[in-house]
């Protein structure tokens, strides 16, 4: 059973593969053959009415009639190339727009004559010289030289391998017929190449970058390198042998299959495979080629080319695209999918080169797979960008993610700030109350108390009246200082002293009411209810004891805020010209005595508030001096300490 079982997993996983892989192959079978179609639909088309074909070709001293195109048998003919002679009927009626010999193809270059001068030698441009770019020449003939009637043309053809020599067609006749297929072929196998080496350059930059600020992909560098590799085989020029830096172009042969090496690797990283070790053969060839180039000369680098590189490429184009079909079938994404086409274009036209070279399809020494890299270049730059894309996207969707955590974070901490606030607020009333209820039983509590004791004793009149309205007093103390003032503790006192000059009134006492500066005294937002108590009954005890025990006919009252350098604070004093009274004794923690207890709650009242209280009397009277603090306390300062 256990086997059956293991052999399950194993047949639908095959049907898997070949599920995702039979329309791939499908897929890559139809671009085979579209790029096929297309090879042949856009070749350019030369004027034929212009042709000049017949030809007497001279090579090795013997001199034979061919057709053009003509390969020769030789693979280097630097000495004694091979000598084309043809020639061409010139009416002078047709003199007017100008004459020009059109060469479509040839390698590896050209000196072409008329009537034994010659008008063009493609030696000097070095771009021209290089087989696989298809570069096309054309030459203006001067009037002079043309004759009327037959005129004779002849084609040196140079030679240095290693591929066999080849000349295409050749057109003489008017510039305005033959130009047209000249810019054709200009577009197609100059313009676009050097647009899509540039961008290739550009790319290689880039990926650079990239490599440069995330070092821990080397794909990017990899690629870079590959890319530059592929700018310098675009734009360096050939040296055209025998120059002294021929050992220069065994640099660039060897240049291709390490390229294409290097795209491999490209390609296993890419996908997210590991590079194996058997791997790095893929560059021995391109690293032998180069090593022979710098040893020996020409022209054993280009066989070695011939032999190594132009097979290492292929290799790497087929091992590309079994790489590209592996991740097809294991990742089922654009990116592998646009790759895999991609290099299925580049194989064919590979392929299509091959048999060019080999002479397998006549006349069609043409080369496009250069060109077709590009198309590669177009692929990788798309996975790229889609790989880029899908990575912001992966980071937008993170970023998305840890917003909202956050959010969730910040609403679930204010809702736990809200019920810290409100557990707070909650205990702070808890505390007031206890507070008020604590002064009310002390205060008024001890007053109803008392007058309920004198109405037992039998007491009459006044006694338990002056009872009743000190516990109303305090009652009124109690609820305005419920109010709220706004941490102004001048509307306090603004109160008290209505209180104050109403119980004056009666004992013919002058009350002097005065504010020393302007805003009386500071604000304080941390004013608590409890706090306004305890400065009110201090300043009600004083004014008490002026009446009762000092005989006083004048009680002055003094508001002003102080600043002695460490900030702002307020004072209240209250004098009297009473008679004073033995202040050591009174003020003696050990006395007993009803002043002594009447003080020792006014500094108890203080301290709870954080506030100073200074005595001072003597025979001229009684001086109560009251220093606020900078900030009340939110707790009983004096319990607390």
């Known amino acids: 059973m256990s086997e059956i079982a293991a052999k399950a997993p194993t047949r639908t996983r095959r049907r898997l593969i070949v599920s995702r892989l039979v329309p791939y192959l499908l897929l890559q079978a139809l671009i085979v053959i579209s790029t096929i179609l297309g090879l042949r639909l856009l070749q350019p088309s030369d004027p034929e009415d212009f042709a000049v074909s017949a030809f007497s070709a001279r090579e090795d001293g013997a001199t034979r009639a061919v057709t053009l195109p003509h390969f020769t048998a030789s693979r280097h003919s630097l000495a004694d190339p091979p000598l084309y002679t043809g020639a061409f009927t010139f009416r002078r009626d047709d003199a007017g727009s100008g004459w020009s ?29 290089r087989p696989d770019r298809n570069t096309p020449q054309i030459a203006a003939i001067p009037s002079s030289l043309l004759r009327d009637g037959g005129n004779e043309l002849t084609v040196r053809l140079f030679v240095w391998g290693p591929l066999k020599g080849f000349l295409d067609t050749v057109y003489v006749g008017p510039d305005q017929s033959l130009r047209p297929a000249y810019e054709t072929r200009t577009l197609l196998f100059i ?52 120059a002294t830096t021929s050992r220069i172009a065994a640099v660039l042969l060897a240049s291709a299959p390490i390229e294409s090496a290097l795209i491999v690797v490209f390609g296993v990283l890419f996908f997210g495979w590991r590079w194996p070790r058997y791997g790095t053969l893929l560059f021995a060839p391109g690293l032998i080629i ?194 709220d003032i706004g941490g102004d503790l001048m509307l306090a006192l603004g109160s008290w002293r209505e209180r104050a000059a109403a119980q004056l009134r009666p004992h013919d006492i002058a009350l002097d009411w005065r504010v020393a500066t302007p805003q009386g005294l500071p604000l304080h937002p941390e004013l608590r209810p409890w706090h306004v108590i305890q400065i009110v009954r201090i300043l009600d005890e004083a004014v008490t004891n002026a009446v009762k025990h000092a005989e006083a006919r004048h009680i002055a009252v003094s508001i002003e805020t102080r600043d002695d350098g460490h900030g702002p604070y307020g004072e209240i004093i209250v004098a009297d010209d009473g008679k004073g009274f033995a202040l050591a004794g009174s003020c003696a923690s050990g006395s007993t005595g009803q002043g002594a207890r009447g003080l020792r709650n006014m500094r108890s009242r203080a301290a709870r508030c954080g506030a100073v209280l200074d005595l001072g009397s003597d025979a001229s009277g009684t001086r109560v001096r009251l220093q606020l603090p900078q900030r009340f306390p939110d707790s009983d300062a004096a319990a607390a300490g």
Not at 324 to 333: C, H, I, L, P, S
């Open 101 to 129: 010999v059109y060469l479509p193809r040839f390698s590896n270059a050209v000196e072409v004559a008329v009537n034994g001068v010659v008008v063009l030698d493609s030696r000097r441009d070095g771009n021209a010289n």
């Open 290 to 483: 180069f090593a022979v180039g710098l040893i020996a000369g020409p022209p054993m680098p280009r066989i070695l080319f011939l032999l190594l590189g132009i097979p290492t490429v292929g290799l790497c184009l087929f091992l590309m695209a079994c790489v590209t079909a592996a991740a097809v079938v294991r990742r089922q994404d654009a990116a592998s999918f646009t790759i895999g086409c991609a290099v299925s274009i580049v194989l064919t036209c590979w392929v299509h080169d091959m048999l060019s070279v080999f002479d397998i399809m006549p006349n069609e020494r043409i080369f496009v797979s250069r060109l077709s890299y590009s198309a590669m270049l177009v692929a990788i730059g798309a996975g790229l960008t889609w790989r880029f894309a899908r990575a912001l996207n992966q980071v937008d969707s993170f970023a998305g993610q840890l917003v909202a955590r956050v959010r969730e974070a910040e609403e679930r901490l204010k809702a736990s700030f809200a019920r810290e606030e409100e557990r707070a607020r909650a205990a702070a009333l808890a505390n007031e109350r206890t507070r008020l209820m604590r002064d009310l039983h002390d205060g008024l509590g001890g007053q109803l108390v008392s007058i309920v004791a004198l109405s037992e004793r039998g007491h009459e009149g006044a006694t338990i009246t002056d009872a009743a309205r000190a516990a109303l007093k305090d009652l009124r103390l109690v609820i305005d200082s419920m109010d």
């Open 191 to 242: 313009t676009l190449q050097v647009v899509f080496s540039a961008w290739q350059s550009i790319l290689a930059v880039i990926l650079a970058i990239m490599w440069l600020m995330r070092r821990h992909e080397p794909v990017y560098g990899v690629l870079a390198v590959a890319m530059v590799l592929g700018v310098i085989q675009a734009f360096l020029p050939p040296p055209v042998p025998p």
